[in-house]
Structures are given as C-alpha cells and as structure tokens.
C-alpha cells in the first residue's frame, strides 16, 4: 500500500491517474488491486499487488508521474478487515467515457479493548471460571460492534481491535460494550477501551500501526471502566456523548504528545539493560525532576515504575511468543539480574515469572 499527499485532489482527477496504472501495471509486473481517496484530507492510498516497492514507484512514475510519499508492505486480509474492500466498491459511478469514479475515504475509527491478562485471570480464578468469563467477555464484544456496524481486525487473546467508519458508532458501542461487560463480570476483571482514529499509512511501516498506538497507549492509562477518547475522536463524536456519560478519559492536546514521547523512546531502549532514569531523561530531553513531575502527572507513576511497569509488560509477551528460560527472559527484556526480575514480577503481579511460564502450557 502507498501514499500520495496531494494537495487539492480530486476523485475524477485520481480515477484517471488509477486508468493509467491499469494500462501500465503489467510491464512493471503489478496488479493494481484499487485506491482510497479523501479529498478533504487530501491524500490517497493505493493497494497494488507488486513483486517490490521499487515496480511500485516505477508503475507510478510511468504512468502519471505521482511518485508515492510511503510505500509499506500489507497483507490484503488486513487490509479488508480494516477497511472493508480489496477492490473497488460496487455501485461506483461510471462517467461517459468509462471512468469508474469514487471517492472512498480511508480514515477509520479503531476501538481497541484491554482485558486482564487471561493468564493471571487462570491463576486468580481458576480455569473453569476464567474460561467461562472470558467467553462472555468475547461474546459481548462480538454481539455490541456487529450491532454498531464495525468490523473485526484482530483478537489477540482477550483483546480486540475493531474498525468503524464513523466515531459516533464507535463511541456508543464502547459505551454499550463497557455496560455490558461491567453487569456480567463486576469487579473479576479490570476492562478498559481506547479509540483513536487515523489513516493506514502514517510515521510507521505497519498499517493503522501508529493509529492503534496510541489508542493502546491512552487506554494503558485510564482507568478500569473507562473509556479513553484521543482528541482526534473527542472532536469527531457529538458533544450529547460527554453530557450523558462521566466515564470518559481524554487529554489535552500537550499531554497526548508527550505520551506518545514517552512511550516512544521506551519502545526504542527497552530491553538496553544500560538504558535507566537518567538516560530516559536525556531521550526526554528533561531534567530528573521534570520528567518525574510529567510522568506522575500523565500516569500515576514515577518514571522509574513506568520503566519497570513497561518491562514487565514486554516480558509477558515475550514469554508468550516463545519458550525461553528466565534468565533469557530477563535480559531480552531489559533487566539486570533473574533475582531482581524475578522479584519484579511477584510484586506487580502477584506469581512467580516461572508459574506464570508454567500456565501457558
């Protein structure tokens, strides 16, 4: 998938530039598959079947000379569950001389959910009745954003991310899923949703990567039963929303940047055993005292907690992805001795790294 930033954009104008490629795609070995355009936005993404982003760029120069401003790899499954389509959608206006003219917008709205780690929820209660509550969970999740008109994109575990055109839709069906997993599961689980919306191709190379980012990164730090709104989304949902309902979770403008800042050089120098509070500090480009003041302020943790919560969190999943022992799990995951990641991990959550280990099986 590509991206063309260009100013004042029209759907006729794409459509023709779109014909081009159709005429040229076989030289350069692509199958040009179809394209979103938003005039408002004025940008337009591309989805071509091609053997490298090199046929790519050269399909495109050939034909029209609109050389892409990004160019990621995506698989059309995603794709489709993101945005509904893989092809042109049906019903597209034709003009007189052929032209198959629409204009289709790739801004989406993505919810994701939080859930309890189902394998502490496994030590905690047990397997029979951490089962039957996440069935529930899934079954409410599924039941509120099929009601609501979104689309499911991934489930990894217990969590979901979900595709909605507009943020109102999104918006009421977090609210609803929110109710409704409350009423059924109380106080058993802690149960957070984060909405962000955003385009496919942004600063990163994964699709929707940076949007989801930050949806999961607000959410991180909400509280249970809330819902975390980016003000992106605050400023798409209809203000009804926030004078009905006190359960919502949003940043100022400031405060949203400096989340992202500090997750970001987090995820750069997490598992650099080396990288500690003061070089945190210089990726921050603050003193200790303002990067703790900010910190306390954003998350409710000291900087040195936030670095150790984050830790832990990377830990967990790389003891999901693969079997390692504890001592490679320490060390992958950025911590100095197995003894003080070991005591690390009984503290936050309650179970030692290796009885953990021992419940994935």
């Known amino acids: ?30 199958k040009c598959m179809t394209y979103w355009i938003d005039e408002e936005r004025e940008s337009v993404f591309c989805l071509i079947d091609a053997p490298n982003e090199e046929a790519v760029a050269k399909l495109h120069n050939k034909a029209h000379g609109l ?40 801004f989406r709205i993505l919810l994701v959910t939080k859930i309890t780690d189902p394998i502490l929820l496994k030590y905690k209660l047990g397997t029979e009745k951490s089962e039957e509550l996440l069935n529930n969970h899934n079954n409410i999740i599924r039941k509120h954003f099929h009601h609501f008109g979104g689309s499911e994109v991934e489930h990894g575990g217990a969590e979901f991310i979900i595709s909605f055109t507009t943020a109102n839709a999104a ?6 899923m929110l109710n409704s997993v409350k009423a ?4 058993e689980i802690d149960f957070r949703i984060g909405i962000n919306a955003g385009e496919p191709v942004e600063k990163g190379n994964t699709l929707f990567g940076d949007t989801i980012q930050l949806a999961e990164n607000i959410c991180s730090i909400a509280n249970n039963f809330q819902v975390a709104l980016t003000g992106t989304v605050k ?3 209809l ?25 970001a050089k987090l995820e750069e120098n997490w598992q650099d055993t080396e990288f500690d509070i003061t070089n945190y500090c210089h990726a921050m480009a603050m003193s200790n005292s303002q990067l703790y003041r900010k910190t306390i302020s954003l998350t409710g943790l000291s900087p040195n907690l936030f670095l150790k919560a984050f830790r832990l969190q990377k830990a967990k999943e790389l003891m999901k992805k693969k079997h390692c022992s504890i001592s490679q799990i320490t060390f992958e995951s950025g911590f100095s001795s197995p003894s003080y990641f070991t005591k690390c991990f009984k503290k936050k959550y309650g179970l030692l790294p290796m009885a953990y280990l021992n419940l994935l099986d």
């Open 67 to 106: 050389i892409p401003n990004k160019i990621i790899e995506v698989k059309s499954t995603l794709v489709e569950s993101f945005l509904g389509r893989i092809y042109d959608p049906v019903n597209t206006e034709i003009s007189d001389n052929g032209l198959k003219i629409f204009n289709d917008t790739s």
């Open 171 to 176: 918006v009421s069906c977090a609210l609803a």
């Open 184 to 187: 059924m599961c109380g106080d």
């Open 1 to 30: 998938m590509d991206i063309h930033i260009i100013p004042g954009v029209k759907a006729r104008e794409v459509a023709q530039a779109h014909q081009l490629d159709l005429l040229h795609q076989e030289e350069h070995e692509c």
């Open 235 to 237: 400023e798409l949902v």
């Open 239 to 263: 203000k009804d929303h926030f004078q009905k309902h006190n359960n919502f979770f949003t940043l100022s403008a400031e405060d949203e940047v400096l989340l992202e800042l500090l997750y």
